[in-house]
């Protein structure tokens, strides 16, 4: 990846940059209010530079921690959100819907006939097979973000759940140890001087808090709100794309009328 693309790319930015320092967040919130005052114009300029290069290399680690645990996500969620929605067991599109996708999207892929709700129920792995063939189809056809904004901003929001989550264990080491050190330096600086230092109680303050967020709110169940919308998102294509199909074809000729006889 381009380290460029973290400031230029709203994907990379919004979805591996932000996880990023979201982790780094209570740790440079600590270092700063306990080392700060202690630091020259060089010191803090170094410290900036580390730092950059340290939020570049967290990026790869969001990304590569979201994309190793999307496998059990998906499975804890009973399959891809985007094959799943075309099941017919699938709630979260309403039926007739349902038929008219299926049939649009047969004629799309015309290598993936739709299966009916029996045969998906006797062979639910060649079903989802079809399904994702159209979810396929969908996705590749559908990267224009002027045109599909909304779905690429639900994929960058699923994107960016999925890393924090990937994240979850480092962020919750992360956020104790910033507290533990804020504790310790509150307390060893009130014993020798008899004074509560602020900015470090604001520090594990703030720490605490992420690491309530990590715990409690950076979830699994988290990630997959943003993954149905951009399942839904996704499915809605198939309207722009049967359109499209509909309006190639070539009309049908009129038929000639019959001279009549003298």
Not at 28 to 52: M, R
Not at 66 to 94: C, M, N, Q, V, Y
Not at 196 to 225: H, K, N, P, Q
Request: glycine share 6%; aromatic share 10%; with cysteine.
């Amino acid at each position: 990846m381009n380290p460029l693309n973290l400031v230029t790319d709203a994907y990379d930015r919004q979805a591996r940059l932000y996880p990023a320092l979201l982790l780094a967040a209570p740790v440079v919130a600590t270092l700063v209010a306990v080392f700060a005052a202690k630091l020259n114009g060089i010191q803090s300029l170094t410290a900036s530079l580390v730092t950059l290069g340290g939020a570049f290399l967290l990026t790869q680690l969001a990304r590569d921690a979201g994309k190793k645990g999307e496998k059990s996500l998906f499975e804890k969620w009973g399959g891809l959100p985007s094959i799943a929605i075309f099941r017919h067991r699938d709630t979260r599109l309403d039926p007739i819907t349902k038929v008219r996708y299926h049939k649009k999207l047969a004629s799309l892929v015309k290598e993936a006939k739709a299966p009916n709700a029996a045969q998906e129920q006797m062979d639910p792995v060649g079903a989802d097979a079809v399904y994702s063939a159209w979810s396929n189809y969908l996705r590749v056809n559908s990267r224009d973000i002027k045109k599909f904004g909304m779905l690429f901003n639900e994929n960058v929001n699923y994107g960016y759940r999925r890393n924090v989550w990937g994240l979850r264990l480092i962020g919750i080491i992360f956020s104790s140890l910033s507290l533990a050190v804020c504790a310790a330096r509150v307390y060893f600086v009130h014993q020798s001087t008899g004074k509560f230092d602020e900015s470090v109680i604001g520090a594990g303050a703030f720490a605490f808090l992420m690491l309530l967020l990590w715990i409690f709110r950076f979830t699994g169940e988290w990630a997959r709100v943003p993954a149905d919308a951009y399942a839904a998102r996704l499915a809605e294509c198939v309207e722009i794309h049967g359109a499209k199909e509909t309006s190639t074809r070539a009309p049908a000729k009129k038929a000639t009328p019959k001279s009549k006889g003298a």
